[in-house]
């Protein structure tokens, strides 16, 4: 399997709390990509990297902010979640442009 | 703004059968074409990458073709087996950097 580690694997948090998820690669991949996962929705782009400190927004970025200060870790944060952001996130990371090669397992957060 | 469609959302075929997923998508300029597998509880896993300049790619029991005059993608199975089932989902990539995905097809192989 691929070297990409998601933390946490699920987490409960209250409305209005900031909640910073982590994808670790041990890849040394360039590109890496945060996604969302709902039914009826299939997968969301939140935001991307294209490599260290440089981001771009996905389709739904809104109420997210990610920071990329090395290779090998891409966080995204929820300033302050709401309930609408529950939802499983994933990471993805690729060593081409224009792929997704390798998800991780994903985070399951739930805002109550 | 692109849209993928999958159908159907649900398959069930016993073992053995050969079969065809598909995919199909509103806006034809597009760069690459993805087929991914997802477990329960998992990530997706690749399966197979059809650049826009090509036809199909396959890969053992698997073969993935691209129409993109039609909008249109089809994932074949052959001789399925019950490890097969899972989601499959096709992610179409028109901008750099950018992939819009399909619900997916649940795929259930009986033994």
């Known amino acids: 399997d691929a070297g990409i580690t998601q933390s946490p694997r699920h987490k409960v948090t209250e409305t209005g709390t900031p909640v910073t998820l982590r994808c670790h690669q041990t890849?040394?991949?360039?590109?890496m990509y945060w996604y969302r996962q709902d039914p009826g929705h299939g997968l969301r782009l939140i935001h991307y990297?294209?490599?260290?400190?440089?981001?771009d927004k996905g389709e739904v970025s809104d109420g997210y902010s990610v920071s990329r200060s090395k290779t090998e870790d891409f966080l995204l944060t929820l300033e302050s979640a709401t309930s609408s952001q529950t939802s499983v996130y994933f990471c993805a990371i690729s060593s081409l442009e224009n792929t997704e090669a390798f998800f991780g397992q994903g985070t399951r957060l739930t805002v109550v | 703004k692109q849209e993928v469609t999958q159908i159907p959302a649900a398959l069930s075929v016993p073992e053995g059968e050969n079969l065809v997923l598909n995919c199909s998508f509103t806006d034809s300029a597009i760069y690459n074409l993805q087929w991914f597998r997802q477990d329960p509880g998992k990530g997706l896993t690749s399966l197979l990458l059809?650049?826009?300049?090509?036809r199909e790619q396959t890969s053992g029991r698997l073969n993935a073709s691209l129409d993109k005059s039609s909008g249109r993608s089809t994932l074949y199975i052959a001789a399925s087996q019950p490890g097969d089932s899972a989601t499959y989902l096709c992610a179409v990539r028109t901008n750099a950097g950018k992939s819009t995905f399909g619900d997916g097809t649940t795929l259930t192989v009986k033994p």
């Open positions: 990297s294209y490599g260290v400190k440089d981001t």
């Open positions: 059809i650049q826009s300049s090509q």
């Open positions: 890849e040394n991949h360039r590109y």
